[in-house]
């Protein structure tokens, strides 16, 4: 008889390598599990081995990225010029809590109310599993992220 087992994907880069061993104890317990059903067979050898490979792509933030001229056209986006800090998710959080009249995306605008929000803990540029801790101590905002691709 063929069975068949599918791993949890895993995340891997420079800092956390390729776990054969937990791979390997993974299908050990997949096995048994089973056997425990009562089928008694006996694992003789592996088919067929497969590994996928993606280019994994975290959304992060960063310091200013000019906006495509497609959406500035739009007229729907206020995309604040923080040419010299990582705290582009700072900036856009004060945008939404205190929208200036002028000039909405100029830094000046909003240092006057840095203090405001609970950063505590969160480094720059903010990472999207940083944001639940950043609800957290906020508890008055809530975040949605929406990324943007280009087909390339």
Known sequence: MTAYYHATSVLVNAGQHVDLHNAITLLN???EQFNTRGSGFVLEYVKRFVVSVVHYC??????????????????CIVNVQNFN?????LWSELFTLHEPKINKQRVSNYVKYES?????????????????LFEKQNPSIS???????TDT
């Open 29 to 31: 317990n997949a096995l």
């Open 58 to 75: 975290p959304l992060h933030g960063s310091t200013y990225i000019h906006t495509p001229a497609f959406l500035a056209a739009k007229r």
């Open 85 to 89: 800090d990582s705290k582009c998710f």
């Open 116 to 132: 405001t929000l609970d950063m505590t803990g969160i480094n720059y540029p903010v990472e999207t599993k940083q944001i639940s």
């Open 143 to 149: 975040i949605n992220v929406l990324s943007f691709e």
